[in-house]
């Protein structure tokens, strides 16, 4: 069974920045397009980044400040978040896109941006 664990969340000041990883525990890790997943308290779980080999993706909300990356070596994936506002506040979740349904959920971590 593959274990997603993420880390790297924190409080911080609005405009701060944090760098969170996701460890996976499979060694075909990188034919799969990944993604970094937030709640918000009170709302689904939403998409904010996604990336298949080299290409990325993110969703409105995040563009120009977040930035997704993996490393394939490591079987880590990787989510810089620049410039963060109150509304990026949520627990952060990592998860494949394709080859199947989502691996079952890590525990998160969580990311508080205060005003």
């Known amino acids: 069974q593959v274990q997603l664990v993420e880390s790297g969340g924190g409080l911080v000041q609005a405009g701060g920045s944090l760098r969170l990883s996701c460890a996976i525990s499979?060694?075909?890790?990188?034919?799969?397009?990944m993604g970094w997943y937030r709640q918000a308290p009170g709302k689904q779980r939403e998409l904010v980044a996604r990336?298949?080999?080299?290409?990325?993706n993110y969703a409105d909300s995040v563009k120009g400040r977040f930035t997704i990356s993996r490393d394939n070596a490591k079987n880590t994936v990787y989510l810089q978040m620049n410039s963060l506002k109150p509304e990026d506040t949520g627990v952060y979740y990592c998860n494949r896109i394709t080859g199947g349904q989502p691996w079952s959920w890590g525990q998160g971590t969580q990311v508080t941006v205060s005003s």
């Open positions: 499979t060694t075909i890790f990188s034919i799969y397009t």
């Open positions: 990336i298949s080999g080299g290409i990325t």
